[in-house]
């Protein structure tokens, strides 16, 4: 969907390194999501966000930090990266009502050497 | 936590065969949302069920979510090429969570 943009959609970075990932809605939705994407796992949750300033750990959460100081954006930071998060990410958000669908952006596809 | 189980992990099917595939869940959910992701795209909302004992349908498409609300299924009848690509269930918790946790999701292939 062109509400939901991602960037970089490809990165490559060397272990130890700081790397972030942007996500951005146009929609104000409440809720935005990160997950991660690895064969034989699915997608698994990182860190949520119910709003502004109000953000929570997923499934997977180690060996990263997120923020989300405006509604639209919310960044996910690998503090130093390493191998093993070699992966495709998607950012996802929702508007507030329960039982909305989530809308995914394109993918950032980050390789860890 | 919560887990959500979807079997297969792989499907091959010729062209106008039927695939269904089966997602559990570890606790009962208060919703469960269906995605289907192209080869090299983004997930993408397919459908929704919240009651318990649901069916609904989409053209060659029919999904049901269980009775005990912990299961549900997805059933492509006579599947055809475009259906290619990896189908996640997502299931929402009853404890007020708003974080859906997906399946490890069915790849189907369709040969011609």
Redesign the interface.
């Known amino acids: 969907d062109a509400g939901i943009t991602q960037s970089p959609r490809y990165k490559i970075t060397e272990t130890g390194r700081q790397v972030t990932l942007m996500c951005h809605q146009t929609w104000s939705h409440s809720?935005m999501?990160w997950?991660r994407q690895d064969l034989?796992?699915?997608?698994?949750?990182i860190y949520?966000s119910?709003a502004a300033d109000i953000t929570?750990k997923?499934?997977v959460p180690d060996g990263y930090v997120v923020s989300r100081s405006k509604t639209e954006n919310f960044p996910l930071t690998l503090e130093s990266a390493t191998r093993s998060q070699t992966s495709v990410y998607?950012c996802?958000s929702r508007a507030g009502t329960?039982?909305s669908?989530?809308?995914?952006?394109?993918?950032t596809r980050l390789t860890v050497t | 936590?919560q887990q959500v189980m979807?079997i297969p992990?792989y499907q091959h099917v010729q062209e106008g065969e039927d695939f269904t595939t089966y997602c559990n869940s570890s606790t009962t959910l208060?919703?469960i949302?269906w995605?289907k992701q192209r080869p090299g795209?983004?997930?993408?909302?397919l459908i929704?069920l919240?009651k318990s004992g649901e069916v609904k349908k989409q053209k060659r498409l029919t999904f049901q979510f269980g009775e005990a609300k912990k299961n549900s299924s997805l059933h492509i009848t006579a599947t055809q090429t475009t259906d290619v690509g990896t189908y996640?269930c997502?299931g929402?918790g009853t404890s007020g969570t708003?974080?859906?946790?997906?399946?490890?999701?069915t790849r189907l292939k369709v040969l011609a």
């Open positions: 809720y999501f997950y034989g796992h699915g997608l698994r949750l949520y119910a929570d997923g499934e998607f996802a329960l039982n669908p989530l809308h995914f952006g394109n993918g | 936590g979807q992990q208060s919703n949302q995605y795209g983004h997930p993408v909302f929704q919240v996640f997502a929402l708003y974080k859906y946790i997906f399946g490890t999701g």
